[in-house]
């Protein structure tokens, strides 16, 4: 067969001796069996690749074709008998260990197809597939791990493209892969991660947590996380403070926190001290402040508690210095929780200067002093804004529920929080819907996350009240209280 050279063919055919040339690419034909041997190397390449990359798969297949020549059926069925027990005991013994290894594998494995099948054409209709050198270049699908209600998926950006290109296409991946949300994450240089919800995990309301007997102060079962794991709130060593409109559902949270404390003040290693100006919230469960701390209702009590809080606490801080640097709760020294609801009527609004300034004294010296000598403060107030809580920045931990402006959110996630998806303005103010949900950080990761407290009801705190005023007396009991890193926010 012959080969010809773009020289050679120039002007073939033409009779017109003016014409210009005409180049055309050479041709080679490349014989059959050439074909046949390149393509057979690239199947072998594919299927050792495949085997090396499915150890597991390669050693069921070992499994299943050995019993099938030594056993024939009978051996298959026992071997597939065998399985299914172990699978079905290891997930009713072992359920924390069973999802971890077993199904959210699977579900990843499972989602990633539905991706992979619509990658190419979601990437380039959304414009997210840049042309260079006349070829398009798509982002590249990673990993994929999947709760039942959100998948992350991790993608490897075309060189010169960022996070802002995909964020600005955001919602048109969500419409792409069937999802209800589409969030972009900031993994490393170079890659992101895609946070596509396909089930509202905050859609119902979540009842009152079951009360833990033990209890862990860096992380307090609160409520549920949008990828429907618990949402933990550290109260050891920090300050947290919650902003939300009237309605957002403040007192939930505030409820389930003292909930989760409960065994926690039994045992008399906690205490709170509860500050309530607008009498409503926190009066109802009253008997539990007034056995396992203080309730005070009027600016004056509420002042002059505050103020023995800061006394209490600089004598404390005089007797540990020097023996301890981070405090662990002993019944001498309890571990303290001041609770401030609607703080910026005590800040703000109060009509009388020298209490207003009283109480913002108190609350700064508690904020910047009570870390580290078991005193924490969780306020709650509905208007964010500085004029009306000066010592905002005071606190560490903050939670954003339903706020009134976009901005808000800002003021209190921090600066970029809701360009990065804390739109807590558009909590809906229906009750059933977008009471109790928030927007948090989390100490390892720089994006906000969606949460929803769990509804701790009339009933429920009427419960606990009656149950304290049984046991009054504190009862130590061992291994009530850690305070172990959590996953908290
Ligand atoms: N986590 C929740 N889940 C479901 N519903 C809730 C939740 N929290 C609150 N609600 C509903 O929302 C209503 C208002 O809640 P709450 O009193 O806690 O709001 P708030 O933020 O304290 O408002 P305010 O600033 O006016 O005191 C409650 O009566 C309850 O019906
Ligand atoms: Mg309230």
């Excluded at 059959?32 to 050792?48: C, M």
């Excluded at 490393?188 to 509202?200: I, N, S, T």
């Excluded at 009283?358 to 870390?371: D, E, N, P, S, Y």
């Amino acid at each position: 067969m012959s080969t010809f050279s773009g020289d050679q063919i120039a002007q073939v055919n033409n009779p017109d001796p003016f014409a210009p040339p005409v180049w055309r690419s050479p041709v080679y034909h490349t014989p059959g069996w050439i074909i046949t041997i390149v393509q057979a190397w690239r199947l072998l390449e594919a299927i050792v690749g495949f085997l090396l990359r499915h150890p597991l798969l390669d050693v069921a297949a070992a499994v299943i074709l050995v019993t099938w020549l030594n056993l024939s059926w009978p051996g298959l069925i026992l071997v597939a008998a065998v399985v299914l027990v172990t699978l079905v005991a290891w997930r009713w013994r072992w359920p924390a260990g069973f999802s971890r290894f077993i199904t959210r594998p699977v579900l990843g494995k499972w989602r990633r197809w539905h991706y992979q099948r619509h990658w190419a054409a979601v990437m380039t209709i959304g414009r997210l597939a840049p042309a260079y050198q006349g070829r398009l270049l798509l982002p590249v699908l990673g990993k994929v791990s999947s709760t039942p209600y959100t998948d992350r998926v991790a993608v490897r950006l075309v060189s010169g493209q960022s996070a802002a290109d995909f964020a600005n296409r955001a919602e048109n991946l969500a419409h792409g892969f069937g999802a209800m949300v589409c969030r972009v994450r900031t993994a490393r240089p170079g890659a992101l991660l895609l946070e596509l919800v396909r089930r509202d995990a905050l859609a119902a309301i979540i009842p009152a947590l079951p009360v833990h007997p033990h209890v862990n102060l860096k992380a307090l079962p609160v409520g549920r996380r949008e990828d429907g794991s618990p949402w933990l709130v550290r109260v050891h060593g920090t300050h947290v403070l919650i902003a939300g409109a009237t309605g957002a559902g403040k007192g939930s949270i505030i409820w389930s926190l003292v909930r989760a404390m409960l065994p926690a003040l039994r045992s008399g290693l906690a205490r709170i001290l509860a500050a309530d100006p607008k009498v409503m919230e926190l009066a109802y469960g009253r008997a539990i402040f007034d056995t396992y701390g203080c309730h005070a209702c009027d600016p004056l009590a509420i002042v002059t508690m505050l103020e023995t809080a800061v006394t209490d606490m600089q004598a404390r801080a005089g007797l540990l210095a020097g023996k301890q640097r981070d405090h662990t709760p002993t019944v001498e020294h309890p571990f303290v929780v001041v609770l401030v609801d609607e703080v910026a009527f005590l800040t703000a609004y109060l009509p009388d200067k020298a209490i207003r300034e009283r109480v913002k004294a108190a609350l700064a010296t508690l904020t910047t002093q009570g870390r580290a000598v078991g005193y924490c403060v969780v306020a709650a107030l509905q208007d964010p804004r500085k004029e009306v809580m000066s010592i905002r920045n005071l606190f560490p931990d903050r939670i954003a529920m339903r706020l009134d402006e976009p901005e808000q959110a800002d003021m209190v996630l921090g600066d970029g929080a809701r360009d990065r998806g804390a739109t807590a303005d558009l909590i809906s103010s229906d009750p059933s819907i977008g009471a109790g949900v928030a927007f948090v950080r989390l100490e390892t990761d720089p994006d906000p996350v969606r949460v929803r407290a769990a509804w701790v009801s009339d009933d429920d705190i009427r419960a606990m009240a009656a149950d304290c005023a049984a046991q009054p007396e504190p009862e130590l009991a061992p291994d009530v209280l850690t305070i172990e890193a959590g996953a908290a926010a």
